[in-house]
């Protein structure tokens, strides 16, 4: 059993950054692809970037590339969430997820394993 806990979500600016985190329990970690979804009110949770297990492979929506960047550390069971420039509608709960065989899935059906979520808010 794998168990994620999100964290470093907050209140921000538009044009500011956050750094969020993802650490992981369980299961060897290396062997997740991992990602990060996010659903704002009222609307679908989507998809926004995603790193394979090695960390060689990244997948970033269109929505987000050239700001948002993901990274992962296999020693501290963790990945990150890198996001620059930040925008109003970039406000959402941000949720990592888990993924055993393959990688750079963009379903939520395809994960296996969700965390809580974050809270980010972006004021204008």
């Known amino acids: 059993q794998v168990q994620l806990v999100e964290s470093g979500g907050g209140l921000v600016q538009a044009g500011g950054s956050l750094r969020l985190s993802c650490a992981a329990s369980?299961?060897?970690?290396?062997?997740?692809?991992m990602a990060w979804f996010r659903q704002a009110p009222g609307k679908e949770r989507e998809f926004v970037v995603a790193?394979?297990?090695?960390?060689?492979?990244?997948s970033t929506a269109n929505s987000v590339e050239g700001r948002f960047t993901i990274s992962r550390d296999n020693a501290k069971r963790t990945v990150y969430l890198e996001m620059n420039s930040l925008k109003p509608e970039d406000t959402a709960v941000y949720y990592c997820?888990?993924?055993?065989?393959?990688?750079?899935?963009?379903?939520?059906?395809?994960?296996?394993?969700w965390g809580q979520g974050t809270q980010v808010t972006v004021s204008s």
């Open positions: 997820a888990a993924l055993i065989g393959g990688w750079n899935r963009k379903s939520i059906r395809d994960y296996h394993y």
């Open positions: 369980g299961g060897t970690f290396s062997n997740y692809a």
């Open positions: 790193i394979s297990g090695s960390g060689s492979g990244t």
